[in-house]
């Protein structure tokens, strides 16, 4: 090889791995909440823009190479639609907002307003609440069910499928 293609070689072939070796270690970790951009990442399910994070949601999932993909929602009815129609999904890991302070909890750990009254982005009438007793506390203003995750899963899903 003389030396300006190996120069070129070295010029184009270093940057190249070192980018895959970044792209590469830069998968999502199914342990921690994916990052929601509000006003630019889009819903999976509905393609609206996420704007609300009280409502935000997101379903970790096993990519094509084995990797994790967050799939980001923007209400959580959307949320446990997409999973009922995706029965092939390898999920990881599910993550929900707290309704009140906006922070990440794991969506199996959460409980759940579900009520007509509650004015969410896609209209499912969902939010998540870290604590019973939060969750409890809206409904005394909207009404509704307080209801665990399993709960509310088996319902949404099963009203999904029904004609």
């Given amino acids: 090889m003389n030396r300006t293609v190996h120069n070129i ?3 184009v072939t270093i940057p190249a791995a070192l980018m895959g070796l970044v792209l590469g270690c830069n998968r999502p970790d199914p342990n921690l909440p994916p990052t929601i951009r509000l006003g630019a990442s889009v819903c999976v399910d509905c393609d609206m823009i996420i704007s609300d994070a009280r409502f935000a949601s997101a379903t970790m999932v096993k990519d094509d190479r084995g990797g994790t993909k967050p799939l980001l929602y923007d209400d959580i009815g959307d949320q446990i639609r997409y999973e009922t129609f995706h029965p092939a999904l390898t999920i990881r890991a599910r ?3 707290d309704h ?4 990440w909890l794991r969506a199996e750990d959460a409980w759940y307003v579900r009520s007509d009254d509650l004015h969410t982005p896609m ?3 969902i939010a998540a609440f870290a604590t019973r007793e939060s969750a409890a506390a809206l409904t005394e203003k909207v009404g509704g069910d ?3 995750f399993k ?3 088996e319902r949404v899903a099963q009203e999904e499928m029904e004609p």
């Fill in 100 to 103: 009140d302070t906006k922070n």
């Fill in 123 to 125: 209209a499912s009438g």
């Fill in 95 to 97: 993550w929900v907002h």
């Fill in 146 to 148: 307080v209801l665990d």
């Fill in 151 to 153: 709960t509310l899963w």
């Fill in 9 to 11: 070689w070295v010029v």
